[in-house]
């Protein structure tokens, strides 16, 4: 049977190295969460400003006050003929186009409006047909780049009857159909707006929740650091710790 002797008791033993380890990583994990504390209240008061611009400040006073990905517009004009079917775009699996469309506002530069997703036709030689409204709209979404083209990629634009298939819209070619063509496109916020298709986007920016998500991570870190530390330190006495020089 097992020896049921008395359980030895456990006593502080000083481990330079282990406290060495500790001193630095635990400011750089508090550092770390405290630094994504500061960009969460960036982030919130950042969307807060762009959210007090898109109802008070019309298209080309936010032209003027400068534009940024991410950004909520909202912009009352109507949509050109010019749509580009953006290919190889897929949804659960299914190919499809994502449907680019030039946006003229009442007032203020253009800008392409990427309207969501359609699905593709079963052959290659049909393009999906798409339905554009006419007159004046009032549409809403969010700043975000142009569909740039891979590195050494050929990034030319079909020509001849509208829509065009294209594997990528940079900006400077979209600009062509355009003078002074926005730098950003708008992505619709939703399938509710007018000559939207699926928009179902991922978000664009990390928002203030993710931020709080990452300092909750970093700090629980820390935390751990400091329990394992502690637990490590405390060894039970006997021959072998009283000997033990490390």
Known sequence: ???????????WR???????????????LVSLGLWQLDRAAEKQQQLQQWQQQAGHLDWPQQLAAGLAPGQPVTLSGHYSERTW??????????????????FYPEEGQPVVVNRGWLRAPRTRDELPPVATPSGKVVIAGRLAGFPEPPVLADPTVGEGRWPRRVQALPATLAAREAADLTPLLVKLSGAEQSGAYRADWAPDIMGPQTHYGYAFQWFSLAVALVILTVVASYRKTGANNDNDNG
């Open 85 to 102: 079917l953006l290919d190889n775009r897929t949804r659960d699996g299914v190919p499809g186009y994502e449907v680019l469309t030039l």
């Open 1 to 11: 049977m097992p020896s049921t002797g008395p359980r030895k008791p456990r006593r």
């Open 14 to 28: 000083f481990d330079w190295r282990l406290l060495l380890f500790a001193g630095l990583f635990l400011p750089l």
